[in-house]
């Protein structure tokens, strides 16, 4: 996280999980495969996000790279990358000095990129939500 000014802040993220099959696998119908990868393993990720706040209004952009997932186990498809912009602007309403009461709107997968969860178990038949936009309200109590 990098704080550019009071009110603005950048913070880069990213995981990468690397995993290694330690035991040989016994393959009934093919004797001769001695090894797999492990399934559903998520692929890397890597992200930024600008973050922007003053007073009661709060704003951010969002953009995730997921990578392509081809270390596959042998019944398991490869995965695509795909990338994804969020955006979000809320703002903060004080009730009574004890409550806050925050209206939002929220924008996920702004680009519309069809994209597949690799770890899941449907993923072909269940891509990621397309382009939406949530309003919203949240109370805090």
Do not use: C
Request: proline fraction near 6%.
């Amino acid at each position: 996280m990098y704080q550019i000014t009071p009110e603005a802040r950048v913070t880069v993220f990213g995981d990468y999980v690397d995993t290694e099959l330690k035991s040989e696998v016994f393959d009934y119908y093919d004797p001769d495969y001695s090894s797999d990868n492990l399934p559903r393993i998520p692929p890397g990720r890597l992200g930024a996000r600008f973050n922007w706040v003053s007073g009661p209004l709060t704003a951010d952009l969002e953009y995730v790279h997921t990578f392509e997932q081809d270390k596959v186990a042998v019944y398991e498809t490869p995965t695509d990358g795909y990338g994804m912009l969020n955006a979000t602007i809320s703002y903060k309403v004080d009730i009574q000095g004890f409550n806050e009461l925050e209206i939002y709107l929220r924008g996920s997968n702004l680009t519309d990129e069809l994209a597949y969860v690799h770890t899941s178990f449907v993923k072909e038949q269940s891509p990621l939500r397309g382009r939406n936009l949530v309003l919203g309200m949240r109370y805090q109590f």
